[in-house]
T-cell receptor, first 113, second 112 residues
Framework: DGGITQSPKYLFRKEGQNVTLSCEQNLNHDAMYWYRQDPGQGLRLIYYSQIVNDFQKGDIAEGYSVSREKKESFPLTVTSAQKNPTAFYLC????????????FGQGTRLTVV | GQQVMQIPQYQHVQEGEDFTTYCNSSTTLSNIQWYKQRPGGHPVFLIQLVKSGEVKKQKRLTFQFGEAKKNSSLHITATQTTDVGTYFCAGNSGGSNYKLTFGKGTLLTVNP
C-alpha cells in the first residue's frame, strides 16, 4: 500500500537531548513537509522540501533541522535548542509544492521531560 | 504574511443539526483546501476549491469558495456522530514557493 509512515508513534526524551523523528513515503512525491500541532494552534509549518537535497524553513524552524538525502525520506531532528519541544509532529507529502493536496502520516507525539 | 482565520474554534451540536465553519484569508488565495482530523488521528484531505464562487458537494458536506477568493465555508447538513473531529481549512497563495497556511481548525462534537 502506498502511504506515508512516521515512527515512532510516541517518543519520550530527556530535556537537553536531540531526537530524530522518522518520515518515509512511497508515494513518489517530490514535496515533503513537517508540521507541529499544539492544542488550539492548528498546524504550523516547520520545514518543507520541494525536491531531494533541497529544503526551506517554514514559520517555526528555530530549534529544528532536517535533511532530504533520498526522495522517500525526510527526517526531522528536534534539537536541544527548541524551547518547547513537547508536541504532536506531523509529516506530509504532496506531488509537488504546486500540487499541495497533502497526505499526512500518523504523527509522532513527542514528550520531553 | 498570509493569515488564515477560522471560526468558530469549537461547535457542539445535537445529532441531526446543521454545522458550518468559516475560513477567511488576509490575502487572495490561489486555492483552498479542507481537511478533517478525527480525535487522535491525522488530517485527511477532503477537497480543494480553485475557482471564484465555486461550490462543491460531498454527500452531506457543502464547500464554498468566495467570489473574491479570500473566504470559504464548509457546511454539514444533518450531522452524525461520525462527523466528529476538527475541520481545517488551508489556504494556498500559489506561486513557485510553498505557501499553504492552515487555519486553527474548528472542533465539532456531536451529541447523539
Amino acid at each position: 500500500d502506498g502511504g506515508i509512515t512516521q515512527s515512532p508513534k510516541y517518543l519520550f526524551r530527556k530535556e537537553g537531548q536531540n531526537v530524530t523523528l522518522s518520515c518515509e513515503q512511497n508515494l513518489n512525491h517530490d514535496a515533503m513537509y513537517w508540521y507541529r500541532q499544539d492544542p488550539g494552534q492548528g498546524l504550523r509549518l516547520i520545514y518543507y522540501s520541494q525536491i531531494v537535497n533541497d529544503f526551506q524553513k517554514g514559520d517555526i524552524a528555530e530549534g529544528y533541522s532536517v535533511s532530504r538525502e533520498k526522495k522517500e525520506s525526510f527526517p526531522l531532528t528536534v534539537t536541544s535548542a527548541q524551547k518547547n519541544p513537547t508536541a504532536f509532529y506531523l509529516c506530509a507529502s504532496s506531488i509537488s509544492v504546486l500540487n499541495t493536496e497533502a497526505f499526512f502520516g500518523q504523527g509522532t507525539r513527542l514528550t520531553v521531560v | 504574511g498570509q493569515q488564515v482565520m477560522q471560526i468558530p474554534q469549537y461547535q457542539h451540536v445535537q445529532e441531526g443539526e446543521d454545522f458550518t465553519t468559516y475560513c477567511n484569508s488576509s490575502t487572495t488565495l490561489s486555492n483552498i483546501q479542507w481537511y478533517k482530523q478525527r480525535p487522535g488521528g491525522h488530517p485527511v484531505f477532503l477537497i480543494q476549491l480553485v475557482k471564484s464562487g465555486e461550490v462543491k458537494k460531498q454527500k452531506r458536506l457543502t464547500f464554498q469558495f468566495g467570489e473574491a477568493k479570500k473566504n470559504s465555508s464548509l457546511h454539514i447538513t444533518a450531522t452524525q456522530t461520525t462527523d466528529v473531529g476538527t475541520y481545517f481549512c488551508a489556504g494556498n497563495s500559489g506561486g513557485s514557493n510553498y505557501k499553504l497556511t492552515f487555519g486553527k481548525g474548528t472542533l465539532l462534537t456531536v451529541n447523539p
